[in-house]
Structure formats: C-alpha cells, structure tokens
C-alpha cells in the first residue's frame, strides 16, 4: 500500500491514524445501525484514552470490534474499540459519534 512507503521505509508499520480511522468508520456503522431509521449521517465527535499496544504490519489481519458503551442520548453514541492482530489487542479507543 502507498501509505507504508514512507511508514516507515524498510520497516513498515500501519499508521495509528488510520487504525483509528477504522476504528471511527466501524463505530458510525455501529452508531447508524442503534438509530431510528432514516437518520443516517453519523460524525466523529472525539477519540480518548488512545492506546497503541502493538505494531501492525504488512500482512496482519485486523480484526475490529466496537461496543456501545452508553445508551444513546440526544444522538450521541459512546462506544470503546479495539482492533485485534493474532487474538490481541494491538490499538483500544473510547470514541464518540453523533
């Protein structure tokens, strides 16, 4: 992929930014999916407690889960993910969607 030539040259490791891109769009689908129907644009509202815990590298498949972490109120949608290599945890975020 074009975006491990420079992540970094000879040793390349997927950015954490678009681990946690991911992470958001997952979470939006999670987000869409508890809304009534019809209302459909969803929106990264913020990301805390962003921990990287292991490099991801060509090769690795990710395996993403999110879980809702509150009931939604007033559309915002509180959610933790992690994205998994090999069975463990290589990123875990709080997120938040409206």
Same mark, same amino acid.
């Given at each position: 992929e074009w975006f491990l030539q420079g992540h970094?040259?000879?040793n390349p490791v997927m950015p954490g930014v $678009?681990?946690? !891109?991911a992470l958001a769009q997952?979470?939006?689908?999670?987000?869409?999916n508890a809304m009534p129907e019809g209302q459909y644009d969803t929106y990264f509202l913020k990301i805390d407690n962003c921990k990287f815990?292991?490099?991801?590298?060509?090769?690795?498949?990710?395996? $993403?889960?999110? !879980?809702m972490t509150a009931p939604i109120r007033r559309g915002i949608c509180e959610m933790h993910g992690s994205v998994?290599?090999?069975?463990?945890?290589?990123?875990?975020?709080?997120l938040v969607a409206q």
């Open positions: 970094f040259p000879g $678009l681990q946690v !891109e997952t979470g939006g689908i999670l987000a869409i815990k292991q490099k991801v590298v060509p090769g690795d498949t990710m395996i $993403l889960k999110l !879980e998994y290599v090999g069975g463990k945890v290589a990123t875990e975020a709080d």
